[in-house]
């Protein structure tokens, strides 16, 4: 009966992938999901969040050839900051990722600190730039 349920639902309500506001004027996801009243269950909100560490991952091992064979927090650092500002503008940071590539951390750090991004997340930044600053 769940499947059967599953399809109809489908057919009547559609499948959106992407937010939208239904008729009643309620933000809604997915298939009818009332995201504004019903919002989501920690596991939906984990089991989301493990599939973006994937595509952030997925999406640095694509664009830095050298990230996996990087130490673990040097990969810890760049998939925090990819997570938050995407790739392509973790891409312009290349003076930054210059400096982890060839190893120079402390420079990496320093540039991390001085950042505009920096100045938007504040502490996340000190909190990362200490992470890689002093590796061997």
């Known amino acids: 009966m769940i499947e059967k349920l599953k399809q109809t639902l489908v057919e009547d309500e559609g499948l959106m992938l992407k937010p939208y506001t239904r008729t009643a004027g309620k933000l809604t996801i997915g298939v009818g999901r ?6 989501l269950t920690e596991e939906e909100a ?14 640095l091992g694509k664009n830095l050839p050298w990230f996996g064979s990087a130490p673990e927090d040097v990969r810890m650092v760049l998939a925090n900051m990819c997570f938050n500002m995407g790739i392509t503008r973790l891409l312009t940071l290349q ?11 402390q420079e990496a750090s320093s540039e991390i600190i001085n950042s505009h991004w920096a100045k938007q997340v504040g502490t996340r930044a000190e909190r990362l730039s200490s ?3 002093d590796l061997a």
Do not use: A, C, P, W
């Not at 984990?46 to 999406?59: A, P, R």
């Not at 003076?95 to 951390?105: I, K, N, P, S």
């Open 34 to 39: 009332n995201i504004e009243d019903r919002g």
């Open 46 to 59: 984990m089991f989301l969040l493990s599939t973006d560490i994937e595509i952030v991952l997925q999406e």
């Open 95 to 105: 003076t930054t990722l210059l400096h982890l590539e060839r190893g120079e951390y």
């Open 131 to 133: 992470l890689i600053k």
